[in-house]
């Protein structure tokens, strides 16, 4: 199991930035695949982006996110630009003990508190 803290989140307008950070517990973080997912009031959670030994991204997203990690930190990123009110939601991040990027957020054990992310037109 690993342990995930998100931090970051916050109000931006629209067309602005902000990069989330979710930390890491334990020595295999290099190990595990890591994802964000997101979740707006009354719907369900989505898939954002997934990093393992590929990327890959939310339609709604590419392009104007990216996903990174920092390994030696044991840290997972978020760098979101252009932000949209449609991207409102709290952030999560997870992680899955298997090498491949899936989009369900069932397949992952390990997940974090979240962070809001509010955007305003």
């Known amino acids: 199991q690993v342990q995930l803290v998100e931090s970051g989140g916050g109000l931006v307008q629209t067309g602005g930035s902000l990069r989330l950070s979710c930390s890491a517990s334990?020595?295999?973080?290099?190990?595990?695949?890591m994802a964000w997912f997101r979740q707006a009031p009354g719907k369900e959670r989505e898939f954002v982006a997934g990093?393992?030994?590929?990327?890959y991204y939310a339609e709604s997203v590419n392009g104007r996110f990216t996903i990174s990690r920092d390994n030696a930190k044991n840290t997972l990123y978020l760098q979101m630009n252009s932000l949209k009110p449609e991207d409102t939601a709290v952030y999560y991040c997870?992680?899955?003990?298997?090498?491949?990027?899936?989009?369900?957020?069932?397949?992952?054990?390990?997940w974090g508190q979240g962070t809001p992310v509010t955007v305003s037109s």
């Open positions: 997870a992680a899955r003990a298997s090498p491949v990027v899936v989009r369900h957020p069932g397949e992952y054990g390990d």
């Open positions: 334990g020595r295999t973080f290099s190990s595990y695949t």
């Open positions: 990093i393992s030994w590929r990327i």
